[in-house]
């Protein structure tokens, strides 16, 4: 999303000028300066401060991401990462070569999710540990990303996505499944309900985490600044990216070492943060081609899919964060507001990345409404009970304020 790329951007940035004078130092400390001694004779002199300086800025340059995560994310009590089960990979109507893994009970009900842009299907490893127990989830790379290969550079788009999305749902053989997407994957499913309307009565449902309607840049903070800046330097600078692939991706490693990455999408989420996730975010962010992501910041910044929901007659549950700064509370309101059949929730103190910050929460109202969209597929979990335990929405982090019921 174009926030977080630009503030990724500037660190990036400083994380190379810091490079740069350790580099400086370093050849400055050898190269010395040449003064006469008391004989008259050449000496190279060099000043140590130089040496150390130069080695401190190198060592910051390649370990900084240690200090950065201690400082900056909560300790784990149970960590995240981006470690995945047994997957297959699936042919799409698309062309495309999907990656795919299913998890639980084969006649649980099924839930498809779709991750957000830059990252992966490990980006739903809480909700996997979650929710296999009770649930048939079908977990999916989109193309280009993770294990998932692009028929071509058409393939990133959201329609190429919602076409991928809609040969999946077959997977779910006669039973109809959820659709669960965060941030581009619920304008994923948004997509879908708007070009494939046969599909909308072999859905139960919908769950759009973190998500939009429209344009992103529309609705996140700095909208009108950013708005302006798109067909004069985002989108420009989208393309020269996809040019220059190679040494962008180089200086986005350089900037992951440093921990500058992890300063930038630090700003993506809220206060319940911990080490291993904001480690896991980044790094699928680092690792999945710039190229890529490029191609699809440039087709989330010509799409639009409002009232989508409108007309589809599905149950939708729409879930915010009420510090979300990339797709803020008021898109979910809006798009809650135009779904036939919306329910809301927006978490408090939570940012973009909420279904890994506050996994608790999350997990549990999805949980919750497949339940109640699928409660004889669900096997013998009763409608009284909290699919994650005894204790509805315990959670392994602390909490001043109680998650909303």
Request: cysteine-free; overall charge neutral.
């Amino acid at each position: 999303m174009a926030v977080l790329s630009l503030i990724r951007l500037f660190t990036t940035l400083l994380s190379l000028a810091i490079l740069a004078a350790a580099g400086y130092f370093l050849w400055s400390w050898y190269s010395g300066d040449l003064v006469r001694d008391a004989a008259g004779e050449l000496q190279r002199q060099r000043d140590d401060w130089r040496l150390w300086l130069g080695l401190g800025l190198a060592a910051w340059s390649l370990l900084g991401r240690f200090v950065v995560l201690a400082l900056f994310a909560r300790p784990d009590r149970r960590p995240t990462g981006p470690r995945r089960g047994e997957g297959e990979l699936v042919q799409s109507p698309t062309g495309s070569s999907l990656y795919v893994e299913t998890h639980g009970p084969v006649g649980g009900a099924p839930v498809i999710f779709t991750h957000g842009w830059g990252m992966d299907s490990t980006f739903w490893r809480y909700a996997r540990e979650d929710l296999d127990q009770r649930f048939r989830l079908i977990l999916w790379d989109l193309p280009g990303l993770g294990k998932s290969k692009p028929a071509g550079p058409d393939a990133i788009s959201l329609e190429a996505f919602a076409t991928d999305l809609a040969g999946l749902v077959e997977l779910a053989g006669q039973q109809r499944p959820v659709l669960v997407g965060h941030s581009i994957g619920g304008m994923t499913i948004q997509t879908l309900l708007r070009d494939h309307p046969h599909l909308r009565r072999r859905l139960a449902g919908v769950v759009l985490l973190n998500t939009t309607y429209t344009n992103p840049l529309n609705t996140m903070v700095l909208a009108r600044m950013l708005r302006a800046l798109q067909r004069p330097l985002l989108e420009p600078a989208s393309y020269l990216t996809i040019l220059l692939q190679p040494l962008v991706w180089l200086s986005k490693w350089q900037s992951y070492l440093s921990g500058s990455a992890h300063l930038a999408h630090r700003a993506g989420f809220g206060r319940f943060v911990t080490r291993s996730q904001l480690e896991h975010a980044t790094l699928l962010a680092t690792r999945n081609p710039p190229a890529v992501q490029a191609r699809g910041d440039l087709a989330m910044f010509h799409w639009d899919a409002t009232g989508a929901l409108r007309d589809a007659q599905v149950p939708a549950l729409v879930i915010g964060g009420e510090a979300d700064i990339v797709t803020k509370p008021e898109a979910s309101r809006v798009i809650a507001d135009e779904a036939s059949q919306g329910k809301l929730h927006i978490v408090p103190q939570v940012n973009h990345m909420g279904p890994l910050e506050r996994y608790d929460v999350y997990d549990q109202l999805i949980a919750d409404f497949v339940l109640e969209q699928q409660p004889v597929a669900s096997g013998d979990l009763r409608p009284d009970a909290s699919p994650l335990g005894s204790t509805p929405y315990a959670s392994d982090e602390r909490s001043d304020r109680p998650p909303p019921r």
